[in-house]
């Protein structure tokens, strides 16, 4: 699940929540356009926002939303508890700003206090009722709360107030698909990435076709994964384990190249790897992947016992 972020624009028709220049030099100030920007990087912003901010150019809701952005740059960077200082202080200089009612509750579901981030997203809700972000947010820490009834209707509240929010139709797909409902898992997942395609959303939409037995089409969607982002070992893996169902000994022995060379730490592909070799008589290259899925799982139970079957026909 993705938990989103809001950011304060200085743009008008921003996708977020805006905040307009009340003078002009502001306007012109390239540390507030960067504090405020929706393409800056986290540490730009941090920057950028700090400039903002020590130097008391801004004031009251301005500075709110300084202190705002730089808690959500720090939070990218992770740096949790600095992050939870600035929103605290953009909700004590604003305490009507749902915008940081939001990314708090980010950041207190990130520390894995949910029932806090709960709390404010609630509020950022009663501010705005019709505040897709938060229900999103909401949506989210209800399902890490094993509550899938209550995720379910905040991400279709999502959905509603911005039928355009592509990570609420993957957020949504991903509870239809832990309530074992592949069709409308599968609906959503299509639709995120008709709005927005993303590694995640092929490899989510693999996985119901796999589990619904539509190898090919699982195939094809992490076959997508593996050329939008082709040093992501999820898409390669994925793929070679379809390869395997499939019969494919030597394709699957290929994607599981490509996944070791950008994970060499996933102990599933060296003994997806190892099972694939041992089919085609490769003992000794068996043996080898074997082994090293052992020696970072040693409880991987395949793996012991297709080594041990291998030690007795030597």
């Known amino acids: 699940m993705r938990i989103l972020a809001c950011l304060t624009a200085a743009l008008l028709g921003a996708a977020f929540t805006l905040a307009h220049a009340s003078r002009a030099s502001a306007a012109d100030d390239p540390s507030w356009q960067a504090c ?10 941090v920057a950028a926002c700090n400039t903002v901010i020590e130097g008391r150019t801004e004031a009251g809701k301005r500075l709110a939303a300084a202190y705002c952005n730089r808690g959500y740059g720090l939070t990218e960077k992770r740096e949790l508890d600095a992050a939870l200082a600035d929103l605290n202080e953009a909700i004590k200089l604003d305490p009507a700003y749902a915008c940081a009612y939001t990314n708090r509750g980010r ?16 509020e950022a809700i009663r501010i705005d009722p019709s505040f897709a972000l938060a229900y999103n947010n909401r949506g989210d820490a209800w399902l890490n709360k094993g509550d899938l009834d209550r995720a379910l209707a905040d991400l279709s509240l999502a959905i509603k107030y911005n039928p355009k929010l592509a990570g609420a139709y993957g957020n949504r ?24 395609p993303n ?18 089409r699982a195939a094809a969607d992490y076959g997508e994964a593996a050329r939008i982002a082709p040093t992501d070992a999820r898409g390669w893996r994925n793929r070679g384990m379809i390869r395997l169902f499939k019969g494919d000994n030597k394709g699957g022995i290929a994607d599981y190249d490509k996944a070791l060379q950008y994970d060499p730490n996933d102990a599933y592909s060296w003994n997806n790897r190892g099972q694939a070799k041992l089919r085609l008589g490769d003992k000794k290259g068996a043996a080898a992947d074997l082994s090293k899925a052992l020696e970072l799982r040693p409880d991987l139970n395949t793996a012991q016992e297709a080594l041990a079957r291998l030690g007795a026909t030597r």
């Open 107 to 122: 950041v207190y579901a990130f520390k894995r206090d949910l029932d806090r981030a709960i709390s404010d997203y609630d």
């Open 36 to 45: 405020v920007s929706l393409s800056a990087t986290p540490g730009d912003r």
């Open 173 to 196: 797909g991903f509870v239809y698909y832990r309530k074992r409902d592949a069709a409308h898992a599968i609906a959503d997942f299509t639709t995120e990435i008709k709005l927005e």
């Open 199 to 216: 590694v995640l959303a092929y490899i989510n939409r693999g996985n119901v076709y796999r589990d619904t037995e539509q190898l090919d």
